[in-house]
T-cell receptor, first 112, second 110 residues
Framework: EAQVTQNPRYLITVTGKKLTVTCSQN?????MSWYRQDPGLGLRQIYY???????DKGDVPEGYKVSRKEKRNFPLILESPSPNQTSLYFC???????????FGSGTRLTVV | SQQGEEDPQALSIQEGENATMNCSYK?????LQWYRQNSGRGLVHLIL?????REKHSGRLRVTLDTSKKSSSLLITASRAADTASYFC??????????FGGGTRLMVKP
């Protein structure tokens, strides 16, 4: 089944403790992206990648890092999480520029 | 920054009625896409309309695009209770930036 898989689905962590949210797609998509969704603010793009080793900042990249060493994986790294990064995170992928995106099921992160 | 803004923010209708949601955006686009999200779940791609297209259909969905007014509408005909969800428009700009609007919450009452 074609899908984008995120892990974990839920995570509660403490301020400053580094964490990684994994994202993997099995569709050989070139484009991958991370979004966060917050009430009243909608979905905002954090980072995106157009191919292996090619990443770029979205609207809200501060406090996040990404890497794209393999085509299928696009992990989101929070080096020192803070409470304002409490949010619902989505990874998404697309076959190419101009196409629709397939979204993962989301990761609900709480930073206390 | 939000590129698209949906209107209305919330819509409640009876099963069988049609639902219309509107989206306005600010800058030039490559295409405009509509997504559905069930509460707290991932977004599902519904339909894509390119900047040189004016209307597109997919099942009970009809999307229009007016680039001169920088607006789009999504019409769901003969709505069902299962259509209850949030609907988002998203615009694709240069560099494959997909920017979402704030969404319309649709409730279809049985």
């Amino acid at each position: 089944e074609a899908q984008v898989t995120q892990n974990p689905r839920y995570l509660i962590t403490v301020t400053g403790k580094k964490l990684t949210v994994t994202c993997s797609q099995n569709m050989n998509h070139e484009y991958m992206s991370w979004y966060r969704q917050d009430p009243g603010l909608g979905l905002r793009q954090i980072y995106y990648s157009m191919n292996v080793e090619v990443t770029d900042k979205g609207d809200v990249p501060e406090g996040y890092k990404v890497s794209r060493k393999e085509k299928r994986n696009f992990p989101l790294i929070l080096e020192s999480p803070s409470p304002n990064q409490t949010s619902l995170y989505f990874c998404a992928s697309s076959y190419g520029q101009g196409g629709g995106y397939t979204f993962g099921s989301g990761t609900r992160l709480t930073v206390v | 920054s939000q590129q698209g803004e949906e209107d209305p923010q919330a819509l409640s209708i009876q099963e069988g009625e049609n639902a219309t949601m509107n989206c306005s955006y600010k800058t030039s686009i490559n295409n405009l896409q509509w997504y559905r999200q069930n509460s707290g779940r991932g977004l599902v791609h519904l339909i894509l309309i390119r900047s040189n297209e004016r209307e597109k259909h997919s099942g009970r969905l009809r999307v229009t695009l007016d680039t001169s007014k920088k607006s789009s509408s999504l019409l769901i005909t003969a709505s069902r209770a299962a259509d209850t969800a949030s609907y988002f428009c998203a615009t694709l700009q240069a560099g494959n930036m997909l920017t979402f609007g704030g969404g319309t919450r649709l409730m279809v009452k049985p």
